[in-house]
């Protein structure tokens, strides 16, 4: 895979992260992102997946991911087992965000959040409008197919973050085609934080 075919968001992680790293990627799906660190970083990288028919798809592709529910916790994992533990577009869909973050700033020297945001000004104009659940890019789905359980913005991790002493080392906002700089809640379709525990 050419560099330039790495969606956007992995092409980002992959900026954060040191070579050589122990990786832990919670709700990792079909094991993309895994891939990536592990042939562009040579990542030591494990994956958490609930979806059977995901982990199917990892095992063919040589990865090493277990089935669990990250709700229920990282407790077989002592504290900073991994370098980074990675939620990219999983932690929106947890039933427990605080106990999923806590365990993962736990278990990790440093945290990836990466989430759709929900404020995005074409999910609140098609809201004002025509008065419906928003579809965009980030969130491609129907309200009553959606796996997302959490609606939040760039705003509200940040809050959430200062109200619980979470450092942000670093964030970046994702648009369609580029990194967005001003007024990410308005215009980031995508917010992506490296965090560490206060």
Known sequence: MKYED??????IILGLINSHSSVLDLGCGTGELLCVLIKEKNA???????????????????????????DSGLVEYRDKSFDYVILNQSFQQVKKPDVVLREALRGGKKV?????????????LQIFFKGKTPI?????????????????????????C????IN????????????????????ALVGLFLISNG
Not at 6 to 11: Q, S
């Open 6 to 11: 790495i969606r956007a968001d992995h092409r």
């Open 44 to 70: 030591r990288g494990q994956g958490i997946e609930i979806d059977e028919q995901a982990i199917y798809k990892c095992v063919t592709k040589g990865l090493n991911v277990f089935h669990g529910d990250i």
């Open 112 to 124: 990836i959040v990466a989430f759709p945001n929900f404020a995005y000004y074409r999910a609140r």
């Open 136 to 160: 965009t890019p980030s969130l491609p789905y129907e309200w009553c197919d959606t796996p997302n359980l959490h609606f939040l913005s760039i705003s509200d991790f940040i809050e959430y």
């Open 162 to 165: 200062r109200k619980r002493n």
């Open 168 to 187: 942000i080392e670093e964030s970046v906002f994702i648009g369609k085609n580029e990194r967005i700089k001003i007024f990410p809640n308005w215009f």
